[in-house]
Nanobody
Framework: QVQLVESGGGLVQAGGSLRLSCTFTGRTFSRDTMGWFRQCIGKDREFVAAIARSGGSTYYADPVKGRFTISRDNANHTVYLQMSSLTPEDTAVYYC????????????????????WGQGTQVTVSS
């Protein structure tokens, strides 16, 4: 059974940094595009970043470009999201997602392109 488990969330002051991790078990990790999404209360889940199977291509939403970095370690079945220069607008529950069909810039931004999701980890940025 495929399972994704996020960790690394917490409370941080504006301008600070956090690194989220997501461990993946249950199928061949290197076949999946991995994505990070976030969701605030009362809002739709929004795309944050994604990384292709080999790690050769990365994709970012405009609000996080230059501040967030996604990476993956296929040997350890883990994907990371390094977040810097955090602002209160980054406050959300962050979800890790895996999908074998998320293979283009358009598709990686769409939640239905991912068939497995983690439980989410809360990130709170105080002003």
């Amino acid at each position: 059974q495929v399972q994704l488990v996020e960790s690394g969330g917490g409370l941080v002051q504006a301008g600070g940094s956090l690194r989220l991790s997501c461990t993946f078990t249950g199928r061949t990790f290197s076949r999946d595009t991995m994505g990070w999404f976030r969701q605030c209360i009362g809002k739709d889940r929004e795309f944050v970043a994604a990384i292709a199977r080999s790690g050769g291509s990365t994709y970012y939403a405009d609000p996080v470009k230059g501040r967030f970095t996604i990476s993956r370690d296929n040997a350890n079945h883990t994907v990371y999201l390094q977040m810097s220069s955090l602002t209160p607008e980054d406050t959300a529950v962050y979800y890790c997602a895996a999908g074998v069909t998320a293979t283009t810039f358009t598709l990686v931004q769409l939640p239905p392109s991912y068939d497995r999701w983690g439980q989410g980890t809360q990130v709170t940025v105080s002003s």
